[in-house]
């Protein structure tokens, strides 16, 4: 057994390859989804959600409403400059795993191209061939450092290729979020200070839990009441709990 | 689908503009992503300057954003700089940036920042299109062959995975991917990428073929004999990715100074700060303290201006020569070039094309057709393949106007000759040795063709091409006062003629490989000598002159190691550009580097005796190294 598979079999390490291309691919120091539409989606549930917190606590305590618009707004101000280089930080440090993945790829494909090749083999075996077809596909594949490069990140890291938006894209569909669910939230707070604030917030809580499942294939309907019964809670718990601690 | 050239992104050093991981469209947000930032908080900048005399809080949101996008970059380079022990312009840089804002004047710590982010925006801009050139050179590498299996089937494989005794199979108008002997088959090849020779040589069975070769004619199949890591063209690209890091003269002497001297400022700054006010009426804090006029003397003698001076300008050079298709060997090539005083031509593939040219052709044994009548067959047998001499012979018969003969029962052995029936005549074009075996072995430069029309035997001949428009490139070299001569190893009357149709004055001809040698180096000695060659046989001129120029795409193996600059298109029109190029960088340079030195001494004295405040040393400063960069920028502009 060679040293590059640690002692596992070329199967069992090209799944442990995949784990690796996953955890590249994901958002693991974070929650924000990758892509411009997720990041929106995401950014203005939350921004939704926090504005509703803070209504439901400013209206208990009795503020008046220029200054529940005023603290608010200084609120979302700090929100949008945390969200949006949050999102683009969190996008650039997965771009640079998968950087470093694609890196430490090519260096096995010049430096360990025998076990790669037995990669190959033990993933096309996976999938049905044999014999001699099996030796003629990996030759074909091993001829051409570029394509070999690009089956092993796909088959053996289960990467993706060209899917990703850039993180500053990715950035920009937080900052829209946020705007977005500001703007619709202050107009409704403007005009309807009680139940349009309530109804404001459902709706950008359901348009982006419906969005979200839509891109994760999810089922929206169950998704948006889950969001909305989160969110509710969250409004809830911070009413019932201001009338505990400011009676 | 095709793959996904992984190449460009690996030699751009996994640039995310060029990220597979991306998609197509959502790469163009990270093009020149430095620029666009530095950019955008030059804006903010100019906002929050603005501001700062309306509305002081808003200025300062402005300016968080500043620090935001040019601090944290500086900031993080700066300790990364610091974790490897070592003090440079971005740790002075950063630290008077970010120490403004305690004393106060975040408007000027950010001005800094944005200028200093700008000039290194600036300067990764040119590496970048430095870089490209490079890139380009791995194209042309073969990636892969075709092997032949034990049982005649053909499959793709990695050339890096081949090894000695392998059998490939070579198609006709490829390029001979390794090194190896032929086993099956008979064609012509052509070295134009390994000599920069363009004429055919016929190959057979048992023949040795380089890497690099192109096959012409017909298919061969040929057993390996070196690996992949031998190849020329390995060694060609591993050559220049190595000699663009060789650094000019001015350089290493800056390179050299630039440590102590930041230590220096540093230190400088440290006990101006602490040492003032014990030895003046100064305070430490405030406009008037000596921590803010420390300040102002480091951002003044801060040698950004000195440190970009000669890179910038080089590298705007390297630029510049690379789009018009020159590849230079590092800035030092550039220095070696502005000292020549002599430009000397290798004549055969150098001043002349490779195109031949059918000078003649004359009947061996009395004929009893009229000429035009033996170039019509041989028209009619030539047009038939593609080979330069059945292209001279076509076009000498279509000058003429002739009409081709009919040939019968044409035959091609390819790298041999061509044979067929005119009427009932058995006929044939090719090899001297081939159609007219006893014909004594031509002691002339010229390349031959026989042919063989039933018992009558004709022999055509072919010379080189002079390029075109050379006389007036003669000119132009002299001009720039550089003396044009030739060095050759052909017959001084041919020599003679040669160079009295491109107004040469200089001739050296009947020159051996070394007498070429010894000449070269007894005019490199007396003054710089530019050596321009393209094949093998030049080589050793091409080491020896100041500089070596070589021709060819890629260049003669053995001439693209020995040379300094490779001009990639064959275009010897593009050597004044590059004299005068050579000559415009050293002058760039000695400009910025004067201006950063007079920026440097009029700026930090004052600065230290408080005569000059914190942002007019910034702007002195600052502006001295966006002027040093700007200028060295006009390197860029192509056109001589």
Known sequence: ???HFKGKKALDHVIEARMKGRTASSEVHGTELPGHYSAAADASKETAVILLVLWTLFSQIGMIL?????????????????????????????????????????WEIEHH????????????????????LLEEVTDVLMADDNRLLQVMLEE????????????????????IGVAGATLIMSVALLYLPWW???????????????????????????????????????????????????P | MKPYLFDEFFSSGLEESISPFLTKKSRTWGKNLSLKSSSSAAVLLLFAFLLSFVNLPSSHLLLSLVYFLVGTPALISALHDLKNLEINIDILMTTAAFVAILLGSGLEGALLLVLFALSHSLEDLVTHKAKSAIHNLNHIAPKFAYVLAPDKTLFEKSVKEITPGTHLFIKTGEIVPLDGTIIEGSSSVNLVHLTGESLPLP????????????????????????????????????????????????????????????????????????????????????TEGAIYRALAFLIAASPCALILATPTAYLSALSACARQGILLKGGVTLDALATCKTIAFDKTGTLTTGDLLCTSFEPLTPSPLSPDEVLSIAYGLERQVVHPIATAICRLAEEKKLTPAAITSFQSHPGSHLEGRYGALPVAIGLPEKIAPDLPPSTT?????????????????FTDQIRKDLP?????????????????????????????????????????????LTRVAALSSQHGLAMVGDGINDAPALARATVGISMGRIGSAAAVDASDAILLKDDLHLLPFLFHKARQTIRISKQNITLSLAVIILASTPALLGLVPLWAAVLLHEGGTLLVGLNSLRLLRTPY
């Open chain 2, 472 to 516: 007036p490139l003669m000119q132009k070299l002299t001009h720039l006062k550089l003396t044009p001569i030739m060095l050759t190893g052909d017959h001084a009357a041919n020599a003679h003629a040669v160079g009295k149709t491109l107004g040469l004055s200089h001739i050296f001809a009947d020159l051996r490989p070394e007498d070429k």
């Open chain 1, 66 to 106: 220029s200054w529940i618009y005023l603290i608010s707004l200084t609120f979302i101000i700090g929100w949008l400059f945390w969200k949006v280089g949050r999102s683009a930080i969190l996008g650039w440090a997965r771009l640079e795993r998968l950087h470093r993945v694609i890196e430490e790829e090519r």
């Open chain 2, 203 to 286: 190959k057979t069975i048992g023949d040795t073929l380089p890497a690099g070769a192109r096959n012409l004619e017909a298919a061969l199949v040929i057993e390996v004999t070196r690996t992949n890591s031998d190849s020329t063209l390995t060694r060609i690209i591993q050559l220049v990715t190595a000699a663009a890091h060789a650094k000019p003269r001015m350089q290493r002497l800056l390179d050299r100074f630039g440590g102590p001297y930041a230590t220096t400022i540093i230190s400088l700054t440290l006990l101006f700060a602490l040492a003032l006010p014990l030895f003046f009426p100064l305070p430490y804090l405030g």
């Open chain 1, 156 to 175: 053996e890291l289960g990467l993706n290729l060209g899917i990703h938006e850039h993180p500053l894209k990715q950035a920009t569909g937080a900052l």
């Open chain 1, 113 to 132: 191209r025998h076990q790669e090749r037995e990669e190959l083999k033990a993933l096309y075996a996976a999938k049905g061939f044999s014999g001699k």
């Open chain 1, 196 to 246: 349009g604030t309530l109804l404001s917030a459902a709706l950008v809580i359901s348009l982006s839990a419906g969005t979200s499942a839509q891109l994760e294939k999810n089922k929206p309907l169950p998704f948006i009441i889950w969001n909305l019964a989160a969110a509710a809670l969250s409004a809830g718990g911070a009413y019932f709990l201001a009338q505990i601690l400011f």
């Open chain 2, 445 to 461: 430069d010229h390349i031959l063709a026989a042919l063989r029309i039933g018992p009558h035997l004709y022999l055509f001949r």
């Open chain 1, 1 to 3: 057994m060679h040293q």
